[in-house]
T-cell receptor, first 106, second 117 residues
Framework: DIQMTQSPSSLSASVGDRVTVTCRAS??????LAWYQQKPGKAPKLLIY???TLEKGVPSRFSGSGSGTEFTLTISSLQPDDFATYYC????????FGQGTKLDIK | QVQLQESGPGLVKPSRTLSLTCTVS??????????WSWIRQHPGKGLEWIGY???????YYNPSLKSRAITSVDTSKNQFSLKLNSVTVADTAVYYC?????????WGQGTLITVSS
């Protein structure tokens, strides 16, 4: 099965910062990669699919890139609502999530 | 708008079977064309996909569950269900139901299941 590894596991940043989270797959997943945002006590919310396609309603400060085994999620200018945990997920072969990256306020 | 809502016992004793149900509203479970999944999240941890049942009735489970999970659909009630047998304290988690094509587009709010004697 395909393993997903995110880095860093946690990240402290300030409003207005540019932030990047990396996700690596143990084998080639093409562009079958999604990103989710989860806030405490809530279900995850889909942000990006097909590695770089923004889900409807997601602010354009979020972007995704990559293919094959290495992917990134970038938030261009952090807003207060963005402090949350972010997960990558592959859907090339069933489903696997990364372990999450917790983004908190510096 | 498709909405999902989990229901379950809250507390299950070790070695028993955990049973959860997800009620789908906003569309027919058999005609939306989704895969109906269960996902869990151990306290303070990441997300683990448990398995799915498709709109056509096919199923697939995460091998890590070692064949303990079974999913089913009741189209008359627009519900799908999960049974997880021989539970241990390691099965304590928030359990989510979700509808997916390739990605998990729709989620329930989650229900906390605690395994304890």
């Amino acid at each position: 099965d395909i393993q997903m590894t995110q880095s860093p596991s946690s990240l402290s940043a300030s409003v207005g910062d540019r932030v990047t989270v990396t996700c690596r797959a143990s084998q080639n997943v093409g562009t079958s990669l999604a990103w989710y945002q989860q806030k405490p006590g809530k279900a995850p919310k889909l942000l990006i699919y097909k590695a770089s396609t923004l889900e409807k309603g997601v602010p354009s400060r979020f972007s995704g890139s990559g293919s094959g085994t290495e992917f990134t999620l970038t938030i261009s200018s952090l807003q207060p609502d963005d402090f949350a945990t972010y997960y990558c997920q592959q859907y090339e072969s069933y489903y696997t999530f990364g372990q999450g990256t917790k983004l908190d306020i510096k | 708008q498709v909405q999902l809502q989990e229901s379950g016992p809250g507390l299950v004793k070790p070695s028993r079977t955990l049973s959860l149900t997800c009620t789908v509203s906003g569309g027919s479970i058999s005609s939306l064309g989704y895969y109906w999944s269960w996902i869990r999240q151990h306290p303070g941890k990441g997300l683990e996909w448990i398995g799915y049942i498709s709109y056509s009735g096919s199923t697939y489970y995460n091998p890590s569950l070692k064949s303990r999970a079974i999913t089913s659909v009741d189209t008359s009630k627009n519900q799908f269900s999960l049974k997880l047998n021989s539970v241990t304290v390691a099965d304590t988690a928030v359990y989510y139901c979700a509808g997916s094509g390739a990605t998990f587009d729709y989620w329930g709010q989650g229900t906390l299941i605690t395994v304890s004697s």
